[in-house]
């Protein structure tokens, strides 16, 4: 469905519930290197202060991580640690922050 805050409340049941951030991350990768990700991310989202999963997409296409909290700081900042343990698998390399250009 299509969030649109000027027209909703999203506070309401089952949009946000009391939460007013949310973050959707998409990770495509080789099939060979998805069960790490998952279950490292997962282990990423049981040590949150907010509410986040992560699901196989169809096929083994890839991953998505799903973050709903009260902090878009909080958001970035797990999703930088996302970043990073994806980097550590993929490319065998680190990560320190986004870049702006």
Not at 3 to 9: G, M, R, T, V, W
Not at 27 to 53: F, P, Q, W
Request: neutral net charge.
């Amino acid at each position: 469905s299509v969030l649109k805050p000027k027209e909703q409340k999203l506070q309401t049941m089952g949009v946000l519930g009391e939460n007013t951030v949310f973050g959707t991350i998409y990770i495509l990768t080789r099939a060979d290197l998805l069960e790490k990700i998952y279950d490292n991310t997962s282990v990423l989202l049981e040590n949150i202060d907010m509410h986040g999963g992560c699901s196989l997409m169809p096929d083994n296409c890839g991953i998505v991580v799903r973050i709903v909290g009260n902090s878009s700081e909080d958001i970035k900042t797990l999703t930088h640690q996302i970043i990073g343990l994806v980097r550590k698998f993929v490319l065998d390399s680190s990560f320190s922050e986004i870049r702006k250009i």
